[in-house]
């Protein structure tokens, strides 16, 4: 059984057999689902087993605690990745990737974490098969306010959410766009756009939705509450240090750098250093809704 998925203007599909039980956990795809699509961007196929080969380890390992656990290997003629939700945790699934991005083969190793293997597999080839594109995928939150997406951008656990949350409360018009993981694309007019997409980390938050982008901000805790725009080099390593990619990848690399040049030349980038407090709602909405 075969089911297609439009994010950010680009097609995936899913193939598991019809009766699998983890159809019935993707609830959160149904908003992007669209007729089934003979040539989608790439295909996760979920298999019973997978060859022994020789891999090559060349990220991964590293997680910080609490944080998902991503290992990705070289193989011959492609890529391969194990997925564990945590440090300490046992793999829970595996996939080997052709080189082209195109055909995902994953077997999940703890059916009990069936989804976030799907999720990550669908995520991390997302990210790769996009990334000459146009389009990054960003660890980020979004707020929609008067018809522009302003995303937040931070380590895990600075208070990204926190501030969504606090535009939500406080800015009126303010709603939620996605609070993980959006995904933002330079459209052919050169504006950038911003996407929900069915990934939100531990919010469910799976919009269909997409806006121009007002600005990316990055929060810094602070004991004042203030804003100001970076200069291009702050801007460009915001985004290099918050969107998804292989960038030891030449190929992978020179398509992300691109993107990066584009979206800086068309969307502010600001550092809110600020309280978790409502305060520091306003001093970023009056700067940036003036924009």
């Known amino acids: 059984m075969t089911k297609s998925y439009k994010v950010a203007g680009h097609v995936f599909s899913f193939v598991f057999p019809e009766e699998h039980p983890l159809w019935g956990l993707t609830g959160q795809y149904k908003p992007f689902e669209i007729p089934t699509d003979p040539s989608p961007l790439f295909i996760v196929e979920l ?3 997978l060859p022994v080969e020789t891999l090559e380890k060349v990220y991964g390992g590293d997680e910080e605690p609490g944080q998902p656990v991503i290992l990705l290997y070289r193989r011959n003629g492609g890529w391969a990745f194990e997925m564990a939700p945590c440090p300490g945790r046992p793999v829970c699934g595996r996939a080997y990737v052709d080189g082209t991005f195109s055909h995902v083969r994953l077997q999940i190793l703890r059916p009990s974490e069936g989804l976030f293997a799907l999720n990550n597999a669908a995520m991390l080839v997302f990210a790769f098969s996009t990334a000459s594109l146009d389009t990054l995928e960003m660890h980020a939150s979004v707020v929609v ?3 522009k997406a302003f995303l937040w951008l931070a380590k895990s656990g600075t208070g990204k959410s926190t501030h969504s949350q606090l535009w939500l409360d406080n800015v009126q018009g303010s709603h939620l766009l996605n609070d993980d993981n959006p995904v933002v694309r330079v459209m052919e007019d050169g504006h950038t756009e911003v996407f929900g997409t069915p990934w939100s980390g531990k919010t469910p938050c ?3 939705e997409h806006y121009p982008a007002g600005a990316f901000t990055e929060i810094v805790r602070s004991p004042e509450n203030r804003i100001r725009r ?3 080099l702050e801007a460009y390593a915001l985004l290099y240090s918050s969107s998804s990619g292989f960038k030891a990848d030449p190929a992978m690399s020179d398509g992300l750098n691109a993107t990066y040049e584009k979206i800086i ?4 980038c600001f550092t809110l250093e600020c309280r978790p407090d409502a305060d520091a709602a ?3 909405s009056e700067t940036l809704l003036k924009l």
């Open 282 to 284: 306003r001093v970023s």
């Open 145 to 147: 306010n008067s018809g």
């Open 206 to 208: 799976y919009r269909n």
């Open 265 to 268: 030349t068309a969307t502010p």
């Open 230 to 232: 970076k200069s291009v």
């Open 47 to 49: 298999v019973e087993s």
